[in-house]
């Protein structure tokens, strides 16, 4: 028989990597999206036939309920979330709700409707914040520094404490930055990504960034949704660090960018402070040496294969006129 996965969060970008992922090893699989007023379902439209899609929001522990009564997953993958840092100063009480208080409805649902059900939390690098040591490691102190950090901090405390409490298999996937063609718009990787295809093609003279010194360890998201599913196939629940080991700078991921279309990134860009953080993760490198050591997870995807892979699908959607990408500019 099918195992059964229930995923929250499944029209953003991990939640279509994953769901490819588990059909592909044969589970059925079940999506959770909000209701929203216009269609958001763009990253997991092709998939339509081989899921299925329920309501449900982590603001509302009734449709949690219910959906677990109706689905009986055998796996819960909890990715929703309010995602993106900056949102989380403008809206600290609705990412604080989503982000962290939404972890504790999921689990408590679970909790009633099946407690053998395995969680898994999408915890985040951003945690570490204004980090105490480099890399980071399962053993890092938290110092997070933004309302999000703080959410998902909260997200991550409150699984360690139901699994010791009620001895649920909860694991906590503590993951680093993760990127791919799918990533939202208004991630810097994504911008630039698409920034430099309007460039190339002419439709745009300028890409305006913020802190171009911040320095991230980014992988590909189609890597780390392994990493989700190898965490729920172990004998005991654990958490874990996923990233490369590698860190580089958003300067870099521009440089890479634009030398890849023949372009001097320094003609371009330009820098406004309009995209300066409140407070700043300035660099974040993980140790995943347990992820390594005890799942077997090593990221296949290199950081330059990355954003070339990010430049050449957004020139291939612009030049085909997707009408989605040619819309959506990022102020
Ligand atoms: P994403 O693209 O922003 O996807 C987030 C998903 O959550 C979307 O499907 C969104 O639906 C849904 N959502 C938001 N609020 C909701 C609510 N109240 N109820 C139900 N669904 C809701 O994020 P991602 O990059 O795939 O990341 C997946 C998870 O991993 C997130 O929890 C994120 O915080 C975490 N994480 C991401 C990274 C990374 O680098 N990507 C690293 C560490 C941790 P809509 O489409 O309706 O907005
Ligand atoms: N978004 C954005 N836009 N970031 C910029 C810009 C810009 O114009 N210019 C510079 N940056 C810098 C930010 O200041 C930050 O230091 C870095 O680029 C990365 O920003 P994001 O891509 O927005 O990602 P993030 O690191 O804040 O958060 C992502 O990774 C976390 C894991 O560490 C998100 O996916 C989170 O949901 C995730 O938890």
């Not at 698409?194 to 890597?223: P, Q, S, T, Y």
Request: aromatic residues 10%.
């Amino acid at each position: 028989m099918s195992k059964i996965a229930l995923v929250t969060g499944i029209s953003g970008q991990d939640g279509s990597y994953l769901a490819e992922f588990l059909l592909a090893k044969g589970y059925e699989v079940h999506g959770m999206m909000r209701r929203t007023s216009t269609k958001s379902s763009g990253r997991i439209d092709h998939l339509k036939d081989k899921f299925t899609l329920h309501e449900g929001d982590l603001l509302d522990s009734t449709s949690l309920t219910r959906l677990l009564e109706q689905v009986r997953p055998d796996e819960v993958y909890n990715l929703a979330a309010q995602s993106f840092v900056p949102v989380s100063w403008e809206q600290p009480i609705f990412t604080s709700e989503v982000t962290g208080l939404g972890v504790t409805r999921m689990l408590d649902a679970v909790l009633h409707v099946d407690k053998s059900t395995r969680f898994y939390q999408a915890s985040s690098s951003e945690m570490f914040g204004k980090v105490r040591e480099s890399p980071q490691s399962e053993a890092t102190p938290f110092y997070p520094r933004s309302p999000y950090g703080v959410a998902k901090a909260y997200g991550h405390h409150i699984t360690v404490n139901y699994r010791e409490s009620y001895g649920m298999y909860a694991c906590s996937g503590i993951l680093f930055n993760h990127e791919s063609p799918r990533r939202g718009l208004e991630f810097v990787t994504r911008k630039i990504a698409n920034a430099v295809a309007r460039i190339k093609l002419g439709l745009d003279e300028e890409l305006r960034l913020g802190n171009l010194d911040a320095k991230r360890d980014w992988g590909h998201a189609r890597d780390y949704v392994r990493a989700m599913w190898m965490m729920l196939q172990q004998d005991a629940p654990d958490d874990y660090v996923v990233g490369t080991g590698e860190m580089h700078s958003v300067r870099e991921f521009v440089e890479i960018a634009f030398d890849h279309v023949g372009l001097d990134w320094q003609e371009y860009v330009v820098v406004d402070p309009k995209f300066y953080r409140p407070a700043e993760v300035d660099q974040l490198l993980a140790n995943p040496t347990k992820a390594r050591e005890k799942l077997g997870w090593v990221p296949k995807v290199t950081f330059e294969e990355l954003v070339r892979e990010m430049v050449d699908k957004d020139l291939d959607g612009l030049a085909t006129k997707k009408p989605l990408d040619m819309k959506l500019k990022v102020a």
